[in-house]
């Protein structure tokens, strides 16, 4: 009839078992429970700071890619700027080295003008000297006679009037 002891259920040992159960759980909530509660907290806060910190920063990296973007578009607009300025400049500047040339081509045309009637007076006071050498010889050999210089001046002066007078005829 032993095997009735061991099965059988004894009272003071469960209480005893449950006191030490109990002051074990005490120890442990005074020396672990506090400071472990305590170091989760720490780490949630610091999570939580962390986190805190990242959607700042991402926020901040939104704010800077914005104003980014802002400053790509104003220099791509102000570079559009600086090639319409210099093509209307580039305009202006061949219409003033168009105008320019124009008036070199002027001048030169003028200039030919002028250098071909000073050439034609020229050729016309060198035909009139000839007519005039031909004229005294002709007029010489048709009088037969010397001629004074005055008569011959005053002969040559009204033939070359009339030759004068009939070129401005034609």
Do not use: C
């Not at 578009?73 to 093509?87: L, M, P, R, T, Y």
């Not at 209307?88 to 040339?101: C, G, V, W």
């Not at 007076?121 to 048709?142: F, W």
């Amino acid at each position: 009839m032993q095997t009735l002891d061991i099965i059988s259920v004894n009272i003071w040992q469960i209480i005893i078992s449950l006191v030490n159960l109990l002051i074990i759980f005490l120890i442990i909530k005074k020396f672990l429970y506090k400071p472990v509660k305590k170091m989760l907290e720490d780490r949630q806060s610091t999570i939580e700071n962390e986190y805190s910190q990242a959607v700042m920063a991402k926020e901040q990296a939104e704010a800077e890619k914005k104003a980014y973007s802002e400053k790509i578009q104003g220099a791509k607009e102000e570079a559009d700027a600086i090639i319409k300025n210099a093509v209307s400049i580039a305009d202006q500047r061949e219409k003033d080295i168009l105008a320019h040339a124009k008036d070199e081509a002027e001048i030169i045309r003028r200039r030919a003008r002028e250098d071909a009637e000073l050439e034609i007076k020229k050729a016309e006071e060198g035909i009139k000297k000839e007519i005039v050498e031909v004229s005294s010889i002709l007029t010489e050999k048709m009088l037969e006679r010397e001629v004074s210089m005055d008569d011959h001046k005053n002969f040559i002066d009204s033939f070359i009037e009339s030759i004068g007078d009939e070129d401005d005829a034609d």
